[in-house]
């Protein structure tokens, strides 16, 4: 039966190009795809690539149901992001794809970061090592579990025994991921902040992004805050900042933790905790205990205590709004501080500034003590 189909499709298109006196002569990939849109059928009596077809003509093409076809036009929607359309190819995919398209596929896929689809594809077709590598990465494999070329092929850094950062840099930063979305996010906020660093050049030099997978050990803890802890030696660093996948971005001490959810807003709101700033929303609980409850400069953004002691100019805060004291600030405007979409005013650019250079002269002064106390 599929013999006389074909068969008869074949009479009809040999009736249809004898009887046009103005048909293409089907030299070229362009005539091809001309006569392809006006005759879908006269595809499987043509030899063409359908990756070479435009866009036009493959859409005419998609109805064949055809297992090359459909790849073809699947890259496509891939391309256009437009993946809902994309629902019922994976099952209509050939089964011999080479690996070299399948891994351009894969490509595709990482790149538009979409992890149900590499899912997807690895239940319809045999999946490639590029594919197994990458869905080991989506789920956080220990990087020695992983097929080194592969990730060689992928770009993925790996965390050496030492990372060298520029001399010039106060402060030094690790970057670390234990997840790929997190790894390719932390390396798009990383790629930003370096076209503009805050407060300003070699305030905070970024390592390059280490993928650590599940070395790095996170949890969503107390009220939803993120805490992750490494479990292996780390190359010395300044700071370190970790994106994991869940929970809501912090610092506590030298390490920032920051998820999916964290923007570029949000990694120098929380760069400015790395050098002592204060939020300037309300604080509640023990925090409010500690900070609030005494007299001083607490912060380069707060003064807790009279109003008559606080700094000339400043301002209430609502810092301490459930602490003995009240605080005071040195905006008279919402800062970044206290709603972290706001872009960092000139202000606290040089009160930022300000305090990166005394923290680094207080450093070397540390470095120069010890030096002399090791030749005394």
Avoid at 183 to 190: C, I, K, M
Avoid at 238 to 244: E, L, N
Avoid at 309 to 335: I, L, M, R, Y
């Amino acid at each position: 039966m599929l013999k006389r189909a074909k068969y008869f499709l074949f009479c009809l298109f040999l009736v249809v190009i004898s009887s046009s006196v103005d048909h293409p002569r089907l030299s070229n990939e362009f005539s091809q795809a001309t006569f392809l849109e006006r005759f879908p059928q006269a595809y499987y009596f043509v030899d063409i690539n359908p990756f070479y077809l435009p866009t036009s003509t493959l859409e005419k093409l998609r109805f064949l149901d055809d297992p090359e076809v459909n790849l073809a036009w699947l890259f496509h929607l891939a391309r256009e992001d437009e993946f809902h359309k994309a629902r019922f190819l994976w099952q209509a995919l050939p089964a011999n794809i080479s690996e070299t398209r399948f891994n351009e596929l894969v490509d595709l896929l990482v790149l538009k970061q979409r992890w149900e689809e590499l899912t997807t594809l690895s239940k319809h077709l045999k999946a490639t090592e590029r594919l197994e590598t990458v869905l080991g990465l989506k789920l956080g494999v220990l990087p020695d579990k992983l097929n080194e070329v592969q990730l060689g092929e992928l770009s993925i850094a790996l965390l050496p025994q030492q990372v060298t950062f520029n001399t010039e840099c106060k402060n030094n930063v690790l970057l670390l991921a234990d997840r790929f979305s997190a790894y390719q996010h932390l390396n798009a906020l990383r790629d930003k902040y370096l076209l503009k660093p805050e407060p300003g050049q070699n305030s905070f030099c970024l390592s390059k992004v280490y993928y650590v997978g599940n070395a790095l050990k996170c949890e969503e803890g107390f009220k939803g805050f993120a805490t992750c802890n490494m479990m292996r030696d780390l190359p010395e660093s300044d700071f370190i900042i970790v994106m994991t996948t869940n929970g809501l971005a912090n610092v506590r001490g030298a390490q920032m933790t920051l998820t999916m959810t964290s923007d570029y807003d949000v990694l120098v709101h929380e760069l400015m905790h790395f050098s002592g700033f204060e939020d300037e929303y309300a604080i509640y609980g023990q925090k409010a205990r500690w900070l609030c409850n005494s007299e001083g400069i607490k912060a380069p953004n707060l003064f807790v205590g009279l109003p008559e002691n606080a700094p000339q100019g400043w301002v209430k805060s609502e810092t301490c709004q459930n602490g003995t004291f009240d605080a005071f600030k040195p905006a008279t405007k919402w800062s970044k501080m206290q709603f972290q979409e706001l872009p960092l005013s000139e202000q606290y650019r040089q009160l930022w500034q300000k305090k990166v250079q005394q923290d680094w002269l207080i450093e070397q002064q540390k470095l120069a003590n010890n030096v002399q106390t090791i030749i005394n």
